[in-house]
């Protein structure tokens, strides 16, 4: 068995202060830690909890390709309408639209709005109604010839959408700006009621019906991808 060791008083005190000085050095030491933890973001309470800010995308706004679309030409020039015929513009027509802000100082808007009345009413081959996406423009703006007022004029219609529907339906004789040489007969809705708004922000809410309600019905379908052979059995 050893022997324990006698150890005299000088020697306990200078024994218990070598134990308190390496105490505080072993303090200092993780307080420097901590601190440098804080200055370099090591330490889990001293991470940021701010959360990166969330930026909201405008979808009302037209984007940069839509704006030089409607821009290569000067209000009265006719724009190119898509074809079924053609691949991409067949997928493209597929598309479903976005609204768009009405706003009469929106120059860009104005000269979209215009550059569809005369690719409608264009000559060589026009229309009774045509919608924003048969130029390229995914946005739901239509044109409609409304045949049930005097002179039936043109008009143009913002953010349409159907309400309400009659259960009685008429079929009749249909073709489209973008299926050229079709024509079938298609059922459709008798009457409707159509929420929309003008292009000076006003919002107005109307009951159509006969020939003019078809052609509602025809262009809403196109702002939603669908297109009038769709109804075909």
């Known amino acids: 068995m050893l022997k324990a060791k006698t150890i005299n008083k000088s020697n306990l005190i200078a024994l218990l202060l070598l134990c308190i000085s390496v105490s505080l050095y072993s303090c200092k030491k993780d307080d420097s830690y901590f601190e440098n933890s804080k200055k370099y973001g090591n330490h889990r309470d001293t991470v940021s909890h701010d959360t990166i800010p969330i930026v909201e995308i405008d979808t009302l706004a037209l984007t940069q390709l839509e704006i030089d679309t409607i821009l290569n030409g000067d209000t009265s020039q006719i724009m190119r309408v898509l074809k079924v015929t053609d691949y991409n513009d067949s997928l493209l027509l597929r598309q479903v639209c976005k609204d768009v802000r009405p706003d009469t100082t929106d120059t860009i808007l104005s000269h979209l709005i215009r550059r569809m009345y005369y690719?409608?009413?264009?000559?060589?081959?026009?229309?009774?109604?045509?919608?924003?996406?048969?130029i390229g423009i995914y946005r739901n703006i239509i044109w409609v010839q409304r045949k049930d007022k005097p002179l039936s004029p043109f008009e143009v219609y913002l953010n349409p959408v159907i309400k309400l529907t009659s259960s009685a339906v008429v079929g009749s004789m249909e073709g489209c700006l973008s299926i050229p040489n079709t024509t079938k007969v298609i059922d459709r809705y008798r009457a409707i009621e159509v929420d929309y708004y003008l292009p000076d922000g006003s919002f107005h809410s109307e009951v159509i019906e006969g020939y003019t309600a078809?052609?509602?019905?025809?262009?809403?379908?196109?702002?939603?991808?669908?297109?009038?052979?769709?109804?075909?059995?």
């Open 119 to 134: 690719t409608v009413k264009d000559p060589a081959s026009p229309g009774v109604g045509i919608s924003a996406i048969q």
């Open 214 to 233: 078809k052609i509602f019905q025809h262009e809403i379908d196109h702002l939603n991808g669908i297109l009038f052979t769709d109804h075909v059995d």
